[in-house]
């Protein structure tokens, strides 16, 4: 497996936080991409923010899952659908690490993308900190 949950974290720990990281150098979520698609009004702002949480969770898992069973095809096709919802809501820092790992599923050794599994959990926890912020202010 590719990814092994805490096990695997607890490995690349130092690894992970030995330097900045697009998540600490970038503010997790841009509202204003979003609201520049869908206009400003904060009941339709936080429908879509509220159903992206939902779409990436999901795909959190099966990222997980894809990477237990070292399926670098369906971890490369996950990435790539993630990519372009982040993109869309503002999730720009966590959208840069989906083509990352997109890119680096078909090119680079597992232990690469283990470790950009990593980076993308601590991304998406930092997006959905501030998603449940947002939605919190509702």
């Known amino acids: 497996p590719l990814y092994g949950g805490d096990s695997d974290f607890a490995m690349l720990e130092g690894e992970l936080h030995a330097g900045p990281q697009r998540t600490r150098a970038a503010t997790a979520l841009d509202v204003a991409v979003l609201e520049a698609l869908v206009g400003n009004d904060a009941q339709v702002v936080h429908a879509f923010l509220g159903d992206y949480r939902v ?70 926890a930092a997006v959905e900190a501030r998603i449940d912020a947002l939605l919190a202010n509702k």
């Open 55 to 124: 779409t990436a969770r999901g795909a959190a898992v099966d990222l997980r899952a894809a990477g237990a069973a070292g399926d670098m095809r369906q971890i490369g096709a996950i990435a790539h659908k993630l990519k372009s919802t982040s993109r869309a809501v503002g999730a720009l820092a966590l959208a840069d690490l989906c083509a990352e790992l997109e890119n680096t599923s078909r090119t680079s050794s597992r232990a690469a993308v283990a470790r950009h599994l990593l980076q993308f959990d601590a991304a998406l």
